[in-house]
């Protein structure tokens, strides 16, 4: 069976609940189609849900500057929790800064020689509250001509920088040889119970936070807030770091397009980011209120 738009409903194996409270929601590859784009369908169900008294989230590894893309679909609280939970910010007022949760630089500073040791030729990226600094050798970031190009020690070590006092929201590692997956197992093994490792790119792109921050653990702090229970709360994702997320809401749909262990994780399974898959569950949870 499909749906009256041509794409496939949400699997009957993962019901729907009856009333969530709040949808969180990653944007590449999840809400985002894959130009970068939201789609009309999707802008009328965001704005549709929030109409019926759901909070919408928008949760991403993205920084708050890189929120323009849906910077104008919000309609209600305007929350992002952005760097994968390092920062929680409000979209109505330009991406003002709620919360931080930083990586402390002393610990950042360890794991760049721990990986530079293990994974020969890995380059880095700081990403901070006032923006993103990397290395010489690490891929340039267009949209940010601005940045400091300098070695990581340097970078981390608060005296040597303009912006040293900015707190310190993820460490980015790159390698060029080294498949993504087997960079972040590495990677973990490397940080232990110092840092929270991830990836959410389809190259060997690492995202390193402080312990224990996660898109999980700043969606449950933020809930928390407003009295809603996990149970209450409908997640979508489509990379491993979502993951947390995902496994720590009461119902959570990977899409179509996701990695492997998403699709593994995932309550539910919903077409792909290009198929409106978001917008299919939505439609769906308002058709039964």
């Known amino acids: 069976m499909t ?15 009856a009333r969530p409270r709040l949808i969180a929601t990653d944007l590449d590859g ?3 189609h894959s130009d970068k784009s939201v789609s009309d369908r999707t802008i009328a169900a965001l704005e549709a849900a929030e109409e019926a008294g759901i909070e919408v989230f928008f949760v991403t590894g993205r920084p708050a500057r890189w929120m323009d893309v849906v910077s104008a679909h919000v309609h209600g609280h305007g929350m992002a929790i952005c760097a994968n939970g390092a920062a929680v910010v409000d979209l109505h007022s330009g991406g003002r800064l709620l919360m931080a949760r930083p990586l402390d630089r002393a610990t950042a500073l360890d794991l760049v020689g721990a990986l530079r040791d293990a994974a020969p030729g890995a380059t880095f990226a700081v990403e901070q509250t006032t923006g993103i600094n990397y290395e010489p050798a690490y891929p340039t970031f267009s949209q940010d001509p601005g940045a400091t190009i300098a070695t ?3 970078l981390l070590r608060a005296e040597e ?12 590692a790159h390698h060029p040889e080294l498949t993504p997956d087997g960079f972040l197992a590495l990677a973990r093994t490397v940080a232990g119970d110092h840092a929270t490792v991830t990836r959410s790119s389809p190259t060997a792109l690492l995202e390193i936070s402080g312990l224990g921050v996660s898109k999980a653990s700043t969606l449950a702090l933020c809930c928390a807030e407003r009295s809603i229970s996990s149970d209450e709360v409908v997640a979508f994702g489509d990379m491993p770091n979502d993951l947390e997320m995902l496994t720590w809401a009461g119902t959570s749909y990977a899409m179509g397009n996701a990695h492997p262990d998403v699709l593994a994780a995932a309550s539910g399974r919903t077409v792909t980011n290009d198929e409106d898959g978001v917008a299919v569950v939505i439609e769906q949870i308002l058709a039964r209120l």
Do not use: N, W, Y
């Not at 749906?3 to 949400?10: D, E, K, M, T």
């Not at 920088?161 to 980015?172: E, F, H, I, Q, Y």
């Open 3 to 17: 749906s009256p738009r041509g794409s496939a409903p949400a699997p009957d194996s993962s019901p729907l609940p």
């Open 30 to 32: 999840t809400l985002l």
């Open 152 to 154: 990581a020690e340097k």
């Open 161 to 172: 920088t303009d912006d040293g006092s900015a707190p310190v929201l993820k460490l980015l």
